[in-house]
């Protein structure tokens, strides 16, 4: 399985427009190669360097959906909640709201993992659960998991 997103390469710069200094649109993102037996997918984005890469001391969780269909391949940049694939349900971010929150680090250059998870099951609704929670219903449910990193450093 494979995810990646056409507006930044592996490991490199995620564009302004994608963060907290930009439209804090999220970015595109698309995957192949689901294994066989995929019910649906789960997307968590996290910054594991916060605050500081120096000293991290938390993970700050971006962005959280499970129940993507399997039929879908790919997220359209800036997606709106209504313009989620269908069955798609959102987790709560470390902002604690539904929906995409952009890079915006406090100090240094994060690292942004997009993490893509093949699950082997439909989760029931978990009621906007965060990043733990989501983790904790796919436990022994995942096929097969993705990355596709970027980075970002306030100018």
Not at 11 to 27: A, E, F, L, W, Y
Not at 44 to 64: E, F, G, L, Q, Y
Not at 92 to 97: M, Y
């Amino acid at each position: 399985m494979r995810v990646s997103s056409p507006a930044f390469p592996a490991n490199g710069d995620i564009p302004t427009k994608h963060t907290c200094q930009g439209g804090d649109r999220s970015p595109p993102l698309a995957w192949t190669d689901l294994p066989a037996g995929t019910k649906s997918l789960a997307l968590i984005v996290d910054d594991p360097d916060a605050p500081n890469p120096a000293a991290p001391k938390m993970t700050w969780v971006h962005w959280v959906l499970y129940n993507i269909p399997p039929q879908a391949t790919e997220l359209a940049e800036a997606v709106a909640p209504t313009d989620l694939p269908s069955g798609t349900l959102q987790g709560i971010n470390d902002w604690k709201r539904t929906g995409y929150g952009g890079p915006c680090p406090p100090i240094g250059r994060h690292r942004y993992f997009h993490k893509l998870f093949a699950l082997d099951t439909v989760l029931p609704d978990l009621k906007k659960p965060s990043k733990a929670a989501l983790e904790k219903a796919m436990h022994g449910h995942v096929l097969a998991r993705a990355e596709w990193v970027g980075t970002y450093q306030k100018k």
